[in-house]
Structure formats: C-alpha cells, structure tokens
C-alpha cells in the first residue's frame, strides 16, 4: 500500500538534545513538507521541499532541520535551540506540479521534551 | 500573508442532522484553493472536500458539501445526515495559486461532537 510513514510515533527528548524524526513516503511525490501543531491551534509549516536536495524555510523554521537526500525521504531535526519543542510534528507531500494537489499526510510523531 | 480563521471551537450536533462549520480567510490573491481536512481521535489528517477559487460551483463529495462565497471570503462545510464516524476536528486549509510548492495555511480547527 502507498503512503507516507513516521517513526517513531513517540519521541521523548532531554532538554540540549538535538533529535530526528522520520518520514518516508512511496507515492513517488515529489514535494513534501513538515508541520507543527500544538494544542487548540492548527498547523504551522515548519520546512518543505519541492525537489531531492533542495528546501525551503516554512513559518517557524528556527530551531528546527531538515534534508532532502532521497524522493521518500524527508527527515526533520529538532535541534537544542529549539525553545518550546514539544508538539505533535506532521509530515505531509503531494505530487508536484500544481497547488490544487491535496496534501496526504502521515500518522504523526509526538515530541515531549523532559 | 493569508490568514484563516474558524471562529467555532466546538460544535454539537444531534446524529442525522445537518451541521455547518464556518470558515472565513484573508487573502489578497484572486486565484486560490480551500480544502477541510478532518483530524479524529488518531490524528490522522484527512482530506475532506477541496475549492478551486476560479470555480463557482460548490464542491460536493457525498455528505460533505461547501458553501464557498468568493466575495464574502468565506468557506463553510456542510455535513449532512451527521455520523458517529463524523465526530473529529475540522481545518480550514488555505494555498496559494502561485507556484513554489508552498504549504498549507489552516485555522485553528472547529472541535465537532456528534450526539446520538
């Protein structure tokens, strides 16, 4: 079955930790991206990418990585300097070529800095 | 920059009945797409219905149907026959015609509880 896939579906972190999380997808997609979503507030873009080896900073891009290596794959660093990281992270993609693609997304990781 | 807004937090509704979710949007662009999207209890996102701006016909998928007033900026989603299964929150999702594979702009959801 095609979708997109993260892991883990929980992450717990130390503060001053730098941590991954992973999404990969097989729907042969060529853009993919990462939201943030906190409690009673909708999802805020993080990072995207249109193409292998390239991205682009979303709205709330500081304190937060990303690559872009392979088509599937578009891991998400949460880097120390992040100053509020726990959250539930999104990642989502869609066929590139027009904005009127729906985005698919994944099951979600959720983040809790200890 | 586009902003959404959803100014219902929650929403009740018997089963079978018909509910509206409200969604208003600011945007200086005149070519645009709207989706909802649906987050159950797994938080799964799912998509629900999408509007091409430069349509005037109102998507329909099934149950689901939107009432989209260009003019007005506004994008409210009607579920008909309401279902058990229809207990999530709902997002208002806003993205621009332009080019450059630029994310989705949401609200902040409408929590919507389905009594039986």
């Known amino acids: 079955d095609g979708g997109i896939t993260q892991s883990p579906k929980y992450l717990f972190r130390k503060e001053g930790q730098n941590v991954t999380l992973s999404c990969e997808q097989n729907l042969n997609h060529d853009a993919m991206y990462w939201y943030r979503q906190d409690p009673g507030q909708g999802l805020r873009l993080i990072y995207y990418?249109?193409?292998?080896?390239?991205?682009q900073k979303g709205d709330i891009a500081e304190g937060y990585s990303v690559s872009r290596e392979k088509k599937e794959s578009f891991p998400l660093t949460v880097t120390s300097a992040q100053k509020n990281p726990t959250a539930f992270y999104l990642c989502a993609s869609n066929l590139g070529g027009s904005q009127a693609l729906p985005q698919y997304f994944g099951p979600g990781t959720r983040l809790t800095v200890l | 920059a586009q902003t959404v807004t959803q100014s219902q937090p929650e929403m009740s509704v018997q089963e079978a009945e018909t509910v509206t979710l409200s969604c208003t949007y600011d945007t200086s662009e005149s070519d645009y797409y709207l989706f909802w999207y649906k987050q159950p209890p797994s938080r799964q996102m799912i998509l629900v219905i999408r509007q091409e701006a430069y349509k005037q016909q109102n998507a329909t998928e099934n149950r689901f149907s939107v009432n989209f007033q260009k003019a007005a900026k506004s994008f409210s989603l009607k579920i008909s026959d309401s279902q058990l299964g229809d207990a999530a929150m709902y997002f208002c999702?806003?993205?621009?015609?332009?080019?450059?594979?630029?994310?989705?702009?949401f609200g902040k959801g409408t929590h919507l509880i389905i009594q039986p």
């Open positions: 990418s249109q193409i292998v080896n390239d991205f």
């Open positions: 999702a806003y993205r621009s015609f332009r080019g450059g594979a630029d994310g989705l702009t």
